[in-house]
Every structure is written in C-alpha cells, then in structure tokens.
C-alpha cells in the first residue's frame, strides 16, 4: 500500500508563492499517475492538477492554468506543485493522490491512494 505525505503548506499573501512537495512510498511511484486536489471550508473537493507516469502529459484545473505548475521526480518519489500569483480563493486544504495506473485523471474517484492534505491559506 502506497503512502502520500504532503508539505509546504503554510500562509502566503495574495501574489505570493508556495510549493506543495508529495512524498510516496512504495515501488510503484514511477509508473503511478498522480493528482492535487483541494478542499475549501464548506465546498467539495475539487481537481487542482494531474500529471501522468512520465510527467509528459499534465492538466490543470481552469483556476490553476497559467499560475501552478505539476511537476514529478520519480528518482525522488515525489510530485510538486508550484503556485504562484496566490489568490485568497486558493486558500484549502491540498490533497496529493495517485492513481495505479499510469494514465493520469481529473476524477478523484478515479485515485487509489490520498494523502492526509496540508493546509494552504493566502492572505488579502
């Protein structure tokens, strides 16, 4: 059973930056699709960013395009996500997910494995 540890969470100012690091266990991390997702007080949880098993292949939630950026090591077992141009509504808890399959998805139905989340708040 794979394992996700998310960090990097914290407090930013409205345009600032952060960059969420997930840590898998687990041999099969390079040949695992991998996802952020995020959850806001009081709303569902939602599609941030997807990357596939070779990081060729990324999507991104509207809200994401042009500010944040997936990206995987796989010698590293880790996958980023690098925000940038914050906004208060990006405040949430982050979810990093991954999938068995190499394929990457925007369904979080469609993940196997989820982290506990690390929470993100930007300041106005």
């Known amino acids: 059973q794979a394992q996700l540890v998310e960090s990097g969470g914290g407090l930013a100012q409205a345009g600032g930056s952060l960059r969420l690091s997930c840590a898998a266990s687990?041999?099969?991390?390079?040949?695992?699709?991998m996802g952020w997702f995020r959850q806001a007080p009081g709303k569902e949880r939602e599609f941030v960013a997807a990357i596939n098993w070779s990081g060729g292949i990324r999507y991104y939630a509207d809200s994401a395009k042009g500010r944040f950026t997936i990206s995987r090591d796989n010698a590293k077992n880790t996958v980023y996500l690098q925000m940038n141009s914050l906004k208060p509504e990006d405040t949430a808890v982050y979810f990093c997910a991954g999938r068995r399959d190499s394929g990457s998805s925007a369904h979080s139905h469609e993940y196997d494995y989820w982290g506990q989340g690390t929470q993100v708040t930007v300041s106005s």
């Open positions: 687990g041999r099969t991390f390079s040949s695992s699709a």
